[in-house]
């Protein structure tokens, strides 16, 4: 009796069971959020944590409203001098380093991904190096970097596009791989050239591997250039946060984290578009 | 006419006095591929001819080289003994001459239709426009019409089938090679696009080789069948088709056409029960 019941909702009962799931699930996260932001203004009230470890909300709604109002920058935008707030500044660099980064490290990933994938000669010799070298932290490798490239963005380029490579390499290596090779036969029937075969075939054969390892790509040649920037910079929003830790400006740091979550999403939403487009 | 053509070709028939010039020669090809229990022999010393506008089918059961004949007159296969000679030229690597439709699925997913039929056309460099125009002309040829604009995903295993076929013929091939290019297809469907092969054929004077081991359509479409034994894949008869053209898929029914059936079935049956008996032999062999 009770199975049947819990079967066949209640739709009589109304309340919370007979809510649609969308907006059962709405709802919850509503609620979640709310009760973190009341958690946390009672801590910040609480006065239980040292001071600005855990600021008022308010305080952070207001640092992060001056972060993006104070125009305290005097910029040289094609020539033109204006005011901006600093922060867009430095979003600047870091969206310089990491779009350097992605081009080389995604480019080189791409073409040593094509030539490892279509060669088992060369994937033989090298795969398996790639292969421990990709989880590896790329931290490691930046007080080399920095004797290579210097302390300014040249080293954080570097770290983002050694971070990118990696999973660009390898999902386009294995992306050759899961070519139908049926249409590789296709091809060379119709007598294409090798540069046809690569742009006119295998790429768009392999549009949904290649988006894959972009994606990863970006997400980690966002940590490695923050990263650098967080250990030795002056300029980038890795530095600006570390900046902001390192003077104890909570407010301010908090304001930078939600700001960098944004910014985070709307990279990755924009990638996902792009993935979508026919 | 194929009609005029030897029904039993010799070896190294380059000599033979026919009237008209081959379009394509296949002189005593031999080839092996290197197995883990050794040497396998796939093609054993085949030769043959096909005259222009001839329609010639090769069947044989599994096993009997016919898909590697078929890559090494594509083409796309070598290191093989003996020469394969289209319009003249001896083969090396694919030519701009031959045309393959493969058994597979093989049209680009990412490409329409008129994409997909326009490709030959983009390689060879034609401009957009025009191109696209010709594509057009042969999708209507198959009969895909009003299907210009979809994706291959969109569309049945027998419309995708076509849409490989016109995708051939876009390039203009001298000669037509298709391996199998019904097999996924039900019978129905098989003989429709039977006929559409017939009539396209008929329309394009189109020469054409077609691999098989179906015996209704070999004999539906074929001027001349070529029976091969079960591995080694040897020559067993050439058999030569007289059935009147214009052909459709209604003389399916007739006593000739059952005639020919069991005529080449008599000479199939040996070779695909040995191909049987192999092939059982083996599974029982791993089973112990």
């Not at chain 1, 009230?45 to 855990?54: E, H, Y």
């Not at chain 1, 991904?113 to 931290?139: C, D, M, V, W």
């Not at chain 2, 190294?12 to 009237?19: E, T, V, W």
């Not at chain 2, 298709?178 to 017939?198: I, S, W, Y």
């Amino acid at each position: 009796m009770a199975e049947t019941g819990r079967l066949t909702a209640p739709a009589a009962a109304g309340g919370w069971a007979a809510l649609p799931l969308s907006r059962r699930v709405l709802l919850l996260r509503v609620f979640i959020i709310a009760g973190l932001v009341v958690i946390w203004e009672a801590v910040a009230a609480s006065g239980l944590l040292f001071r600005d470890v855990v600021p008022s909300l308010v305080t952070v709604g207001q640092a992060l409203v001056n972060i993006l109002t104070v125009a305290d920058y005097k910029a040289n935008i094609f020539g033109t001098e204006i005011m901006i707030p600093e922060f867009f500044r430095h979003l600047w660099v870091t969206a310089y380093e990491v779009l350097t980064a992605m081009l080389i490290g995604g480019l080189a990933g791409l073409t040593v991904g094509l030539a490892l994938g279509s060669n088992p000669f060369l994937s033989g010799a090298f795969e398996r190096f790639l292969y421990y070298l990709g989880p590896t932290p790329k931290i490691i490798f930046f007080p080399l970097m920095i004797m290579w490239f210097g302390v300014g963005p040249g080293s954080k380029i570097a770290m983002g596009t050694l971070s990118c490579f990696f999973p660009v390499v390898l999902s386009a290596a294995a992306g050759v791989r899961q070519i139908d090779k049926v249409l590789i036969r296709v091809g060379r029937s119709f007598r294409v050239n090798t540069w046809q075969m690569v742009t006119k075939i295998y790429l768009p054969a392999m549009r949904e591997p290649i988006v894959n390892g972009v994606r990863l790509g970006l997400g980690v040649a966002v940590i490695g250039t923050l990263l650098a920037e967080t250990k030795l910079s002056n300029q980038g929003l890795g530095y600006l946060i570390i900046n902001a830790y390192t003077i104890f400006e909570m407010p301010r740091m908090y304001a930078l984290l939600i700001l960098l979550f944004g910014v985070s999403i709307a990279a990755n939403a924009l990638v996902g578009r792009a993935s979508r487009a026919k | 006419m194929g009609g005029t053509m030897p029904s039993n070709p010799s070896v190294g028939s380059d000599s033979a006095g026919a009237a008209t010039q081959p379009l394509l020669v296949v002189d005593d090809i031999y080839k092996q591929f290197e197995t883990a229990e050794g040497p396998v022999v796939a093609v054993d010393h085949v030769s043959f001819d096909v005259a222009p506008g001839e329609f010639l089918s090769v069947i044989g059961p599994s096993g009997c080289g016919k898909s590697t004949l078929f890559n090494i007159m594509g083409g796309l296969l070598d290191g093989y003994d003996g020469h394969i000679k289209v319009a003249g030229e001896t083969l090396r690597g694919p030519h701009a001459s031959v045309g393959m439709i493969f058994q597979e699925e093989s049209t680009f997913p990412w490409r329409t239709v008129v994409d997909n039929v326009a490709f030959p056309l983009e390689i060879a460099g034609m401009a957009k426009a025009e191109r696209l125009d010709r594509a057009r002309h042969f999708v209507e040829l198959v009969g895909l019409d009003g299907f210009e604009r979809r994706y291959p995903s969109e569309l049945s295993g027998g419309m995708r089938q076509r849409v490989s076929m016109a995708r051939t013929l876009a390039s203009e091939p001298k000669i037509l090679l298709m391996d199998e290019p019904f097999a996924a297809l039900d019978e129905q469907t098989r003989l429709l696009l039977g006929d559409k092969v017939l009539q396209i054929q008929q329309d394009l004077k189109q020469t054409t080789l077609l691999i098989t081991h179906n015996l209704t359509e070999a004999v539906q479409l074929s001027d001349r069948i070529l029976v091969m034994t079960y591995r080694p894949g040897r020559m067993k008869r050439m058999v030569e088709i007289k059935l009147p053209r214009p052909r459709s898929s209604e003389i399916v029914g007739s006593d000739a056409f059952g005639h020919y059936v069991a005529q080449i079935w008599n000479d199939l049956r040996e070779e695909a029960s040995k191909g049987l008996k192999d092939d059982e032999a083996r599974r029982g062999g791993t089973r112990r």
